[in-house]
């Protein structure tokens, strides 16, 4: 397609600002707020890429074991039951702006034994097709700038209750020819980096009310790695490291209807830019030009806004899913992230149908078409399981 207005629009705000906003003031209010999430590199890496999650508002990190929790938490893979699970997700991204921007996600899990599980999943983003010319409109040839992260993960149960998850990844970024043609000037390159997650995950069985219930609590950090550069002098970028926790409990209200209620909450573990004055001098806040250990440990105290402004930085992710006699699936959920952090805020809808070892999700965004670019996203889900359980009597 050609290179509309919406699309150089979008990749202003997607690619050159969020570069731009590393080194320049990002607000002028006194606490440090603004109208911008805090920059980083790769933000396609917390995107969320299944349907089921979709539905509960993006929580995912405590909720029943699937073949997903390659992203959510994968230390809930030393639950799953089934031997093999994989699952095949597809999103397109901004759809009232550009048609052609989408995410697709590929998961897949197998069980070595009763205890230990590994994963393995594909992220690929793509930006569409862009229509490159030069300064007198004449065509330069096309180009489709895309990211990729392909991510492998390791699990183990500790006893009963609770299990570990590391994760190791390779993060790829080819947006060097979009780079040039917006005149950078600069020699540029395709970004790579590596990066690493641990997390953590505690299940009991338990009752409740006179029902059989399970209480679920998870942690989740993910995208710990390697800053990310476009060129060879150029500088370098956070990758979007990232904390997730969160708790869910399921009641079986009888053999047919099943209820679970979660909650996640979120927060970028990278610096928050200070506020500078017109020279670029720190007038509040720290410097945010730090390795990536101390970005990751100043980032719960380093906006210059203090403790609220600390407490802005993380979003809140509530759901509730409902299940009938384990085949229809019903589920909502609402995500809030605060006004001066990117402030995104809508409700999510979703369905669920499982068929013998198949399963199809999809789920709806619900938000307001003027004021957010996500309105009306749709995302896809198809999950199989194959080759029963075989392997549980294995320690």
């Known amino acids: 397609m050609k290179f509309s207005f919406y699309k150089t629009i979008v ?18 209010n006194t606490n440090g707020t603004n109208l911008s999430a805090i920059p980083t590199a790769v933000p396609f890496l ?16 405590a909720i029943t074991p699937d073949v997903n ?15 093999n699970d994989i699952s095949i997700s597809y999103s397109p991204w ?8 989408s995410l697709s996600y590929v998961s897949y899990a197998h069980k070595l034994s009763d205890r230990n599980s590994i994963g393995l999943s594909l ?3 793509n930006y569409g097709t862009i229509q490159l010319t030069d300064a007198s409109q004449n065509s330069q040839g096309t ?51 590596l990066a690493a997650g641990v997390s953590f995950f505690y299940t009991k069985p338990t009752q409740q009310f006179g029902k059989d219930a399970i209480f679920s609590f998870g942690v989740n950090i993910s995208n710990i790695g390697s800053k990310i550069s476009y060129s060879d002098t150029g500088p370098q970028y956070f990758l979007p490291a990232n904390l997730k926790i969160g708790a869910a409990n399921t009641w079986n209200l009888d053999d047919f209807n099943q209820v679970t209620v979660t909650l996640d909450l979120n927060k970028l573990l990278v610096p928050t830019p200070p506020i500078r004055d017109a020279n670029g001098n720190i007038i509040k806040g ?12 100043g980032s719960f105290t380093d906006a210059p806004g203090g403790f609220s402004e600390e407490i802005q930085e993380i979003t809140v992710s509530p759901g509730i899913e409902y299940w009938y006699s384990h085949m229809f699936a019903l589920r909502t959920g609402y995500f809030y992230q605060n006004v001066n952090k990117g402030g995104a805020h809508y409700f999510t809808v979703g369905v669920g149908y499982k068929y013998k070892d198949l399963t199809f ?23 199989a399981n194959f080759g029963g359980d075989k392997n549980a009597a294995k320690k």
Not at 69 to 83: H, I
């Open 11 to 28: 990749f202003l705000c997607v690619f050159i600002l969020p570069f731009t906003a590393l080194s320049q003031t990002t607000g002028t």
């Open 46 to 61: 917390n995107i969320t890429p299944d349907s089921r999650s979709g539905g509960l508002g993006e929580a995912g990190v």
């Open 69 to 83: 929790a390659n992203y959510w938490n994968p230390a809930k893979l030393a639950f799953l039951e089934n031997n």
């Open 94 to 101: 901004l759809r009232q702006l550009v048609p052609d921007i």
């Open 123 to 125: 992220r690929y983003f």
């Open 143 to 193: 180009y489709s700038p895309n990211e990729f992260s392909l991510n492998s993960s390791f699990a183990r149960k500790f006893g009963e209750d609770f299990s570990l998850g590391l994760t190791m990844g390779f993060v790829h970024s080819n947006l060097s020819n979009a780079f040039f043609a917006t005149g950078s000037g600069q020699q540029a390159k395709a970004g790579n980096s």
């Open 286 to 297: 720290t410097d945010d030009n730090v390795s990536v250990p101390a970005g990751i440990f």
């Open 361 to 383: 999700d999809f789920s709806y965004l619900a938000a307001s078409q003027q004021n957010s670019p996500l309105a009306n996203t749709l995302r896809f889900t198809l999950s």
